[in-house]
């Protein structure tokens, strides 16, 4: 990929395609298992062959975007969903579903795959990243109006997903190519910070498990255990997606200035809590309240997630590789939901969802405060004795762009060692304004002036 920055909306795009099967998996599982014959736990199983394609996609592209180039891959991932959920919409044949669902999310891996690679290079993944969140967020929530008045069987949230991919193709062509020829890639050698993104991905995976077990049942718990109608569920669904977006909106505008792990940790108890309320619930407004307050903050937690792991590598290598985790775990999710729900019922699976949650909120909130840095304030940055840096950069009228905005990480500062000039005390005398006319000696002289 191009070390310029490009614009964000066709990476947005991209990602909605790719992320968009995911979030409509509940009425996937729900017309499988209702219009096709399959028992919960089979619809489920299909469900995870769906997402554990996806995540091997992901696995197998991670650090190879550079090298084929962002357009190529996402046109081969969009065509390949297209493909594959059109065929599985065209068919009432089990395996032939089967079949699609796999070619399908193997190719929405592929453009999420793409999509994250992008996203770890713009200035500000976060925001890149709340975008496509609030872009999958709103697509889905509009088909969840939608999908229970058209009917259609198990045919329209596969044709629904395969329709966005086509719509999103020609946003492809504002996409790099591949590198040329004998180019340098701008960050070589070994995956940074080893330890963490495997933590960061360890995390996310039982993260993303927890909360998949229990949105791959949650339209049969309305149905069965609360004993709404399909339509009702879909208004909850869309209510709760709606209110999703506004948790987005409100983590882009929150950007850094708390850090990530203030909202990944405080997101995550308060995610633990919906699930188990929702999944106890007996009623519209409990049901209801537990799935909303649990859409609410699912995004924003996520948005944080996928920020903390672009920011781990500029090549975007952890982006994918936990992405693709968080997909293992998604794919997971619906057939742990669906065997937990089955043997001990909806209120102890919550329970033990809400429980696995809270647990994997510590190590994953660790990586947070170690990799994320310090937020940077008016005075945290000092001059050894002298004023804070960003204070005194903004009260001199120095040039735009050298101050750090507030909220970025702190940077650290090395002190620069001149040979020659150790065993001699400095005195003011010695000390000129560097610039063009100056002698070396003046420079070197003005580059030594840090206190030791």
């Known amino acids: 990929m191009s070390s310029r920055p490009r614009a964000a909306w066709p ?16 009425t996937i599982v729900g017309r499988l298992s209702t219009y096709l014959g399959l028992s919960s736990a089979e619809a489920g199983l299909v469900g995870s062959a769906l997402l554990l394609s996806s995540a091997s996609a992901g696995f197998a592209l991670a650090g190879r975007v550079e090298k084929y180039g962002a357009r ?27 079949l699609g669902v796999v070619v399908g ?77 004998g180019a340098a890639s701008p960050v070589q050698g070994r ?33 069965v255990q609360v004993g709404l109608s399909e339509v009702s569920v879909g208004a909850v669904f869309a209510a709760a997606l709606g209110a999703g977006l506004l948790g987005v909106m409100g983590a882009g505008m929150l950007g850094a200035r708390l850090g990530r792990a203030v909202p990944i940790g405080l997101g995550t108890m308060i995610i633990a809590g919906s699930i188990v309320l929702s999944s106890s619930a007996d009623g519209l407004g409990s049901f209801a309240t537990g799935e909303i307050v649990w ?24 982006a994918v590789l936990a992405g693709s985790a968080s997909s293992v775990g998604v794919a997971c999710g619906p057939l742990l939901g669906s065997v937990l729900s089955q043997q001990a019922g909806y209120a102890v699976m919550g329970l033990i969802l809400g429980a696995v949650t809270l647990l994997v909120a510590a190590p994953v909130t660790a990586v947070a405060l170690h990799t994320g840095g310090r937020p940077l304030v008016s005075g945290s940055v000092r001059r050894r004795g002298g004023a ?6 903004a009260t001199t009228g120095s040039l735009p762009g050298a101050v750090p905005k507030l909220g970025a990480p702190e940077q650290a500062v090395t002190e620069i060692s001149v040979p020659g000039l150790r065993r001699r005390r400095l005195v003011r005398s010695a000390i000129r304004t560097a ?16 206190e030791r």
């Open 435 to 450: 610039g063009p006319a100056g002698s070396a000696g003046q420079s070197n002289a003005y580059a030594s002036t840090s």
């Open 105 to 181: 999310g193997f190719g929405s891996g592929t453009a999420t795959a793409v999509a994250a690679s992008g996203i770890a290079a713009q200035s500000d993944p976060h925001r890149t990243s709340s975008l496509g969140l609030l872009s999958v967020s709103a697509t889905a929530g509009a088909l969840y109006l939608t999908i229970p008045h058209l009917g259609g069987g198990h045919r329209l949230p596969f044709a629904s997903i395969a329709l966005v991919a086509l719509l999103v193709w020609p946003a492809t062509s504002r996409l790099g190519g591949p590198a040329p020829a």
């Open 295 to 318: 859409n609410t903050f699912y995004p924003v937690v996520l948005s944080y997630l996928i920020g903390l792991a672009a920011s781990l590598d500029v090549r975007g290598r952890w």
């Open 72 to 98: 190529r891959p996402a046109r081969a991932g969009l065509v390949l969903a297209g493909l594959g959920y059109g065929c599985a919409a065209l068919t009432t044949s089990v395996p032939l579903v089967v």
């Open 191 to 223: 995956l940074p910070h080893r330890r963490s993104g495997l933590v960061l991905a360890g995390g996310m995976l039982v993260w993303s498990m927890a909360q998949n077990a229990l949105w791959g049942v949650s339209s049969r718990i309305g149905v």
């Open 388 to 393: 804070p840096a960003a204070l005194l950069a």
């Open 11 to 26: 990476l947005v795009a991209v990602f909605t395609a790719g992320y968009l099967a995911a979030y409509l998996l509940p």
